[in-house]
């Protein structure tokens, strides 16, 4: 029955991989170059991020990159079983790095989402079928209009299972053919994370009637939601 339940998840992808390039090709417009001139911003050293599961088994982190985080985390805070997100920046070399450091590429860093879930609600291979399906995983270092290594994809695992069952899903993709091109996501191990500046933060909903966010994040969500309506908050 799992075997059965993964390959629908892949067979679907297809559905999600359309829309998401369609989206791309509608709004022209980098999606994290705007607003930059925002409020002042907080930053915080990994170390002080450690997992919500050091004080409660039931919790855990995950920490995804794909494309602005805008867009991830207006997809994931949906979901049920997601306690809490922020957007920030991890897998980089440079300590507390502002937005406009990780925009010049020199940082190392890419966009990601910092992702606390509860386990009982929702399992970490569910929120990996939805980081597979809602962006492109075969274009390296850009998504849509986004170009630099600050959004490629990528998934930062905290723990050994996490990195298992990522690589698992990445090669069972690749096998199905369900994407024309590789899947060029990385696996990295988790390091570091630093929580981006204030205005960031529930961008899509404190935005939505901002451009980019009508233009491209709201199909995204809108397909998303149409998909994955049993896992959404009521």
Request: some cysteine; charged content about 20%; glycine content about 6%.
């Amino acid at each position: 029955m799992e075997i059965l339940q993964r390959k629908n998840r892949i067979m679907n992808l297809s559905i999600l991989r359309v829309g998401v390039t369609l989206i791309a090709v509608i709004f022209f417009v980098s999606a994290c170059g705007q607003n930059k001139n925002n409020s002042s911003s907080y930053k915080m050293n990994a170390e002080t991020n450690q997992k919500a599961e050091d004080n409660n088994s039931t919790i855990d982190t995950a920490t995804f990159g794909a494309g602005c985080f805008w867009c991830v985390e207006a997809v994931f805070q949906r979901l049920d079983g997601v306690i809490s997100i922020k957007s920030g920046y991890s897998g980089g070399n440079v300590k507390n790095p502002s937005y406009k450091e990780v925009c010049a590429g020199t940082t190392g860093h890419a966009e990601v989402c910092q992702i606390i879930f509860n386990k009982t609600k929702i399992s970490f291979d569910e929120l990996l079928e939805v980081f597979w399906k809602t962006h492109d995983p075969t274009t390296l270092n850009s998504q849509g209009n986004d170009f630099g290594t600050q959004y490629r994809s990528a998934i930062f695992y905290h723990n050994e299972e996490q990195k298992q069952l990522a690589e698992k899903y990445k090669k069972e993709i690749n096998t199905s053919g369900a994407y024309p091109s590789p899947i060029v996501t990385e696996i990295t191990k988790f390091t570091n994370y630093y929580p981006a500046e204030d205005y960031h933060q529930n961008y899509f909903n404190q935005n939505g009637n901002q451009g980019y966010c009508k233009y491209v994040i709201q199909p995204k969500v809108d397909k998303f939601e149409s998909i994955f309506k049993n896992k959404l908050k009521k």
